[in-house]
């Protein structure tokens, strides 16, 4: 579902191809429906997965670049009128990932439309929404393919799609699933979400990805900016620096000191900044631009790695303060008395703000935690939580 959302991070990249056509399935009263869909087939022979060897080093190395594909029905095994129905957006990478997590499951995916953009980037920038969720349905004809009216949607787009909001307008009740896109199977068959399964983990093969997709972004972007200042010789030197400051804080991001990306990052340049001082100290006169030149160099590849880190993992969320102060914008609060511990804030929240107390109200007990990306604020159905920042500006102008 959240195809590596993506967080979704599966991490297989085995491909997808899809087969259109229609499909016919029975009702419970002996009448066939037909609507089309497109059949997932895995892919076979090395000849297959050598072409299509490109399109996925791109995908990985320029992650940040939508890569959409065509919002569809998918029919995965051979979905019958009870079949689980999942959501996904359409960006290939996920698609491909989530297809390949299900294959051996018999249910449909729908790929919403979503500017093919992954799972977290879409709701939260508000590409995929409840609009999204109401065109795949409608184009796509899925309720009259199936008996029942559930829809299992990736739990990292809880930031852009209300569940009340989405049934009060389609008549169809979401549950969001796993995070993890190879989770899914288990859920489904489980039909439970435990902890592991609701929490953006950020393991290191994920982090090694996001790596190269930020090398592959920064390099593209930055590589021109010094090379204009010192020739165009520079140019696989800084894209070195930038492979090494990504992959350092990457493999680093937990136990490097320091509050924010930039402060880390800071802390992986210093090596580079005492050898060339050394070399100020102890070389001669030419040293000089030699060591300026390479300062620079070193502190704004550190710096663009630093500040691009935190958009890569749902659980370092861009924003200045955060980047810079390690701060977040939002200043929660659960507001008791109009909580009715229903624990939706609990089951989206990417990290693990929330804990229920005796009377099972919910609190806000890791506000440390909180990487202020709003879900549980747009999912709670009785607006408990708020947003204390807000609240006090609001009271000291009711006051002033
Ligand atoms: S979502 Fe709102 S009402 Fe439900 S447990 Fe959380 S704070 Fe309480
Ligand atoms: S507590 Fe913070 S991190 Fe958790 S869902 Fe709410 S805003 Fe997001």
């Known amino acids: 579902m959240n195809g590596a959302g993506e967080a979704v991070q599966s991490t297989d990249t085995s491909d997808a191809r899809s087969r259109s056509g229609t499909v016919t399935v029975p009702s419970s009263n002996g009448a066939a429906t037909a609507a089309r869909a497109e059949r997932y087939e895995p892919a076979r022979g090395i000849l297959s997965r050598v072409l299509e060897l490109p399109k996925r080093l791109f995908q990985v190395a320029f992650r940040v670049v939508p890569y959409p594909t065509r919002p569809r029905l998918i029919r995965i095994g051979s979905p019958g009128r009870r079949s689980p129905v999942l959501v996904t957006t359409n960006y290939d990478l996920t698609v491909r990932r989530v297809c390949r997590a299900l294959s051996g499951i018999d249910c449909w995916l729908l790929v919403a439309p979503a500017a093919g953009v992954d799972v977290w980037c879409a709701a939260s920038g508000g590409r995929f929404s409840i609009e999204s969720v109401i065109s795949i349905l409608k184009t796509t004809r899925i309720g009259e393919l199936v008996d029942h009216r559930r829809l299992i949607l990736p739990e990292l787009c809880a930031t852009g799609i209300n569940l009340f909001e989405l049934r009060r307008r389609t008549g169809w009740a979401g549950v969001f699933g796993p995070v993890e896109a190879a989770d899914v199977p288990e859920y489904l068959r489980t039909r439970r979400k435990p902890q592991a399964m609701m929490r953006v983990s950020f393991d290191r093969k994920q982090r090694l990805e996001m790596a190269a997709a930020m090398w592959g972004s920064l390099s593209l972007r930055y590589t021109l900016f010094p090379c204009l200042a010192f020739g165009w010789r520079i140019a696989p030197w800084f894209v070195l620096l930038l492979a090494l400051f990504c992959s350092g804080i990457a493999l680093g991001c937990f136990v490097l000191p320091g509050k924010t990306f930039v402060q880390k990052a800071g802390v992986l340049a210093l090596p580079g900044v005492a050898g060339l001082i050394a070399v100020l100290a102890f070389g001669g006169r ?115």
């Not at 102060?325 to 109009?338: F, N, S, T």
């Not at 511990?341 to 919910?362: I, N, Q, T, Y």
């Open 286 to 400: 030419p040293e000089l631009l030699f060591v300026l030149k390479w300062t620079l160099l070193l502190g704004l590849a550190a710096f663009l790695s630093g500040t691009a880190f935190p958009s890569y993992s749902p659980l370092w969320p861009c924003g200045y303060s955060k980047l810079f102060y390690g701060a977040c914008d939002l200043k929660l609060a659960v507001l008791e008395e109009r909580c009715i511990g229903c624990k939706l804030c609990d089951l989206v929240c990417p990290v693990d703000c929330f804990a229920a107390s005796e009377d099972r109200k919910m609190l806000f007990v890791n506000p440390d935690l909180c990487v202020g990306c709003g879900a549980c604020v747009i999912q709670c159905p009785t607006e408990a939580i708020v947003n204390q920042v807000a609240e006090d500006h609001r009271l000291q102008t009711a006051c002033g």
